[in-house]
Structure formats: structure tokens, C-alpha cells
């Protein structure tokens, strides 16, 4: 998939970016997908400094999206989701190998995301495509129960 995230990455499957139209199923897909979701004005504003939105469409079909920010070399991806009807069938890790294409073709140096400490299949999926834990933010994301930790992650481009 280097270089070009229109190409179909999985059969009957691509990755284009993100239009206005897209937003409801983003929106529903974001409510289904986190324990914790944005808020639908953070899903609706698409057009902020840096902004790289993508969707994973099957069959025409949005299954998932991830929301990034590129600003002076540097990436951080804000936002990944797959709709839960969907988990455990690949299209995270195609999510993630589109983010990490993009950097690539956006001449990145560094990619960042946080992830929380709970989120095992996440993790594992981040640790695979390159990233390394570099920090944590302490009892940064709320649970039911409190707060729980971020992992902060990178990778390099150089």
C-alpha cells in the first residue's frame, strides 16, 4: 500500500480521506467504539491546522476511521476506531498500516498516539507496527471505576 492510501488494502476495501458526508457514521461508529467517546463537535471539526482524517470503507461501507494531526514533520494520531461489529477481522491493523504510510509519505520524522493502559489489542497492534512506549501520563483517561493511565507511544521515521 506504500505511498497510495486510495489502493485497496484488503479485497473489496480502501482507504480514502474523510468528506462531511462521512461524519454520521463516524459519529456512530465513535459512540459505539469508546468507552469514552469525543464529543460530536471534536468528530465534526475536520478542517483544524494539520489535519490528515482517513476512513476505511469496505464494500462502500465505512467500517472504521482514524483522525491525525501533521504539523512540521511530526504526526500524532489522534483518534483510531473500528466499528465493534467489525473488531478482530484485520481492519484495525489496515487502519494503522494506513497511518504509518501516510507518515511515511508526509516525509514524517516522528508518529505519536496515546493509547490506554487497559487497551491490551491496541497496544500489542502499535507495538507491532514500529511504535515503542516512551512516557505515560498518569490517571489521565477516565474509567467507570476512576482513571487510568495513557501510554504515550512513538516511532521514528529516520
Given at each position: ?12 476495501t480502501?482507504?480514502?480521506p ?71 477481522q ?69
Open positions: 500500500m506504500a505511498a497510495n492510501l486510495f489502493l485497496p488494502v484488503m479485497k473489496n480502501n482507504i480514502r474523510l468528506v462531511v458526508s462521512d461524519l454520521d457514521r463516524v459519529w456512530d461508529i465513535e459512540r459505539k467504539a469508546h468507552s469514552h467517546p469525543w464529543s460530536e463537535n471534536m468528530i465534526r471539526n475536520i478542517s483544524s491546522r494539520g489535519s490528515c482524517h482517513y476512513v476505511l470503507c469496505h464494500h462502500d461501507k465505512i467500517y472504521g476511521y482514524f483522525y491525525a494531526q501533521h504539523i512540521m514533520g511530526e504526526v500524532t494520531l489522534l483518534n483510531l476506531a473500528v466499528c465493534p461489529d467489525f473488531q478482530g484485520g481492519y484495525g491493523n489496515v487502519l494503522i498500516e494506513a497511518f504509518v504510510d501516510m507518515c511515511e509519505t508526509l516525509n514524517a520524522e516522528t508518529a505519536w498516539l496515546e493509547v490506554r493502559e487497559s487497551n491490551k489489542s491496541a497496544s500489542h497492534l502499535y507495538l507491532k507496527s514500529g511504535f515503542n512506549e516512551v512516557d505515560r501520563r498518569l490517571n489521565y483517561y477516565p474509567t467507570e471505576s476512576g482513571k487510568e493511565d495513557a501510554i504515550i507511544m512513538c516511532r521514528l521515521f529516520f
